[in-house]
């Protein structure tokens, strides 16, 4: 623990100046970023919103998290430990699923607002002993996941065996699917506009897959008809296999 306590201090130390950077972000977004006791939140539109990974250890249960849907399109047979690049990182939420079941996972996130709080989240994880192992398999990088996916390809860092994209899709009006507190992201980050370009820059690593999570009744993707799909009550995975990518 002593090293983890350490490199929670040490992001404690330097995040500072790109949480400085996030507060002006989110007021000019008509938003408040904040510390409080809980941790650093997010609040507008009457609604606070606080990254906190302590909510998601019932989910990572032993008999519950080998039944979650994401951990299962994930894994690659003979490979326990693989290499996971989250493009859309978010709040890291399906992220820590993985760590939690030993994928090594580098979080991807350009918005400011947003990696403040994520990062804010993984600091505090770093801390509690319950968290901390899994934390320690996440990495954050506040950078355009394009242009660090191409930066990759061009051979500036491994390959990740899993490529995981996770897309804001835009959200019905009467859909009661999206929580209340996370219309605040809305404000922060648009609906996916560049599917091709984001596509192409995942296959571009040369994955053994491609993993897209999506609403049951959205279209693929940027057109790719997946090599197989796995579907929940509120969401579908879609699995790519590049040697087997097919024009929907």
Known sequence: ?????LRAFFLLACRRVGVTQ???????????LRREEC??????????????FATMLPRIRPDRLAGELLVKVARIKGTPAARVFDAT?????????????????????ANPVIASLLEDALVRAAMDERLAPI?????????DSVAELGRIAA???????VVYLDPMFPARQKSAAVKKKFQLLHHLECPCANEEELMAAAL?????????????KAPHLAG??????????????????????KRA
């Not at 941790?39 to 906190?52: K, N, S």
């Not at 990182?89 to 996130?109: I, K, Q, T, Y």
């Not at 051979?155 to 065996?161: I, Q, S």
């Not at 790719?224 to 990518?245: F, M, N, T, W």
């Open 1 to 5: 623990m002593g090293l983890t306590i």
């Open 22 to 32: 996030a507060e002006e972000m989110a007021r000019a977004a008509g938003l408040e």
């Open 39 to 52: 941790g650093l939140v997010l609040a507008g539109d009457g609604m606070e919103l606080c990254a906190d």
């Open 89 to 109: 990182a978010g709040l890291g939420e399906d992220s820590f699923l993985l760590a939690a079941a030993g994928f090594d996972v580098v979080l991807c996130e």
């Open 135 to 143: 934390s320690a398999r996440m990495h954050l990088c506040q950078v």
């Open 155 to 161: 051979g500036e860092g491994p390959c990740p065996e």
């Open 204 to 216: 571009s690593v040369r994955p053994r897959k491609v993993v897209v999570k999506r609403p049951p």
């Open 224 to 245: 790719l008809k997946p090599s197989h799909s796995v579907e929940g009550k509120a969401v579908r995975y879609d699995c790519i296999v590049p040697a087997q990518l």
